[in-house]
Every structure is written in structure tokens, then in C-alpha cells.
């Protein structure tokens, strides 16, 4: 079993999933905030690789992205950093990112050396569905690394069975159409989570975009396995002289 299926199965509820830009907010910075991150309550660590033209995501993750590739990172880097990660970081930790710099650096090659240093996924939302299963499934397969999908509220309810069956790790729910840290009412977000509740997936749900501070995180829990945050965390490192002080003030503030 994968760790993300270890997780799961010892921790079926409030998983939070906090997403951090590599090489933010200073080139060395990725292992100390992924460190932060262990030490303070995420159960599972979503390493964004910075990309020019990152179609999901809002301002302030475009704005980190931009911020780590003027500090210079890139693939290979990002590789030399994460080495001997396994030696200190235990919990699960999927790449996100856009395929064409991995197309750039050789799917497979990027797989293989993924799986080599000790990760457990990818999350690539500009995969389609199709070019999935006939191109990259047996890639990912063969490096037994998990690939999330992410479904949204205009998702049909054929097309979310289908892309649960292809998910292995987690299910990653879009609380809305929109792009990542948007600011917006919650409630009607409820509506559609209780949609995938009732339906017969096969993997566990988190909840991503929105989800800022206790009260978001809560309403994602009460739906789903747990939750993502992203945008606010990239906020609390902004301006950060101390990692670790600032990632245990916004953890205790989430997980209050």
C-alpha cells in the first residue's frame, strides 16, 4: 500500500493536505517548509513546481511561482533538493505541476526520478482524461506513483466515476470553477460535496480551493476526508523570517 493509502487507512477524517511552491520563498527554502509543515499537523504535503503559465492557479500561487523560478529553480532542482528528503520528511508528498515541463525533461525520466528520491504522486490538472489512460497511466503505473485527478461542480456525475476509477491516493474535489485562493461564500460549496458523498467512489475526497482557516476547513470536513490549502499558506510565508513559527501560527490557527 502506498503511504497515501496508509494514511487513509489510519486517518479517515480532517486530513489537511497544505500545498507549498518549491523554491519559495527563497531557492533553499523547500526543505525547511516542508519540514515546517511535518512538524505542525499536515498529513500530507502538496509541492507545487513553479511554472510560467500556471492555468489553475490564482494570483498569489502565480505569484510564488514567478517569485521561485527568479530564484532560480527548475526540475533538476528542485531533484538535487529533494535527494535524501525520505531521510527526514515521513509523510506523503505529491508533485503538482503542468505537463509540458515534464514533457521537456522526459515523462518517464521525470516519473522514474520522482519515484527514485521517495514521492508518492503527481497532480498534473492539464492531463486529459484520454491521453491518461492510453499515454501516461502505464508510466505512472510502472514507478508506482499515484495520480489525482481533480473533479469540479460542473463535473457529470458519469464523468466523477470515471476519474475516481482512474485516481489512485485521493480524489481531489474543486470546491468551485474557479482558480485557486478565491475568496467566496462557502455555503453553496456544501451542496455539491454532499453530491460526492452520496456517490460510490472508491477513493477518499479532499477539498481544495477556498479553504483558508478553521471555519472553511471544518466545512470541508464535515463532507469530505479532509481538505487543501494553498493560497493562504503561500500568504503566511510571504514576508517569513522564521518558517517554523509562522507555519505552527497558521497550522494552529487551521487545525484549532
Do not use: W
Amino acid at each position: 500500500m502506498s503511504r497515501i493509502g496508509e494514511l487513509f487507512k489510519q486517518k479517515q477524517q480532517r486530513v489537511l493536505n497544505v500545498y507549498c511552491t518549491a523554491g519559495f520563498p527563497q531557492l533553499d527554502s523547500t526543505l525547511a517548509v516542508m519540514q515546517a509543515l511535518q512538524n505542525n499537523g499536515a498529513d500530507i504535503i502538496e509541492l507545487g513546481m513553479p511554472y510560467s503559465d500556471p492555468l489553475a492557479d490564482g494570483p498569489v500561487i502565480q505569484a510564488s511561482s514567478t517569485k521561485a523560478l527568479q530564484n532560480g529553480m527548475t526540475i533538476s532542482k528542485l531533484f538535487e533538493q529533494l535527494e535524501d528528503f525520505r531521510k527526514q520528511i515521513h509523510i506523503p508528498v505529491v508533485l503538482m505541476g503542468y505537463l509540458n515541463p515534464l514533457l521537456q525533461y522526459g515523462f518517464e525520466t521525470f516519473c522514474a526520478k520522482a519515484a527514485e528520491v521517495g514521492i508518492d504522486g503527481l497532480i498534473i490538472p492539464d492531463i486529459p482524461m484520454y491521453e491518461f489512460e492510453t499515454a501516461y497511466k502505464q508510466v505512472l503505473d510502472k514507478h508506482s506513483l499515484d495520480f489525482i485527478f481533480l473533479v469540479t461542480p460542473e463535473t457529470t456525475e458519469e464523468r466523477i466515476l470515471k476519474l475516481d476509477q482512474l485516481t489512485s491516493g485521493f480524489l481531489y474535489a474543486v470546491s468551485s470553477s474557479s482558480i485557486t485562493g478565491s475568496d467566496k461564500d462557502f455555503s453553496p460549496v456544501e451542496t455539491y460535496l454532499q453530491k460526492l458523498k452520496n456517490l460510490p467512489l472508491k477513493n477518499p475526497v479532499l477539498v481544495g480551493f477556498g479553504i483558508k482557516d478553521q471555519a472553511t476547513f471544518n466545512s470541508a470536513a464535515k463532507y469530505a476526508n479532509g481538505a487543501i490549502i494553498g493560497s493562504a499558506y503561500i500568504k503566511a510565508l510571504e514576508n517569513s523570517d522564521n518558517i517554523e513559527d509562522d507555519t505552527r501560527t497558521f497550522l494552529q490557527m487551521v487545525l484549532a
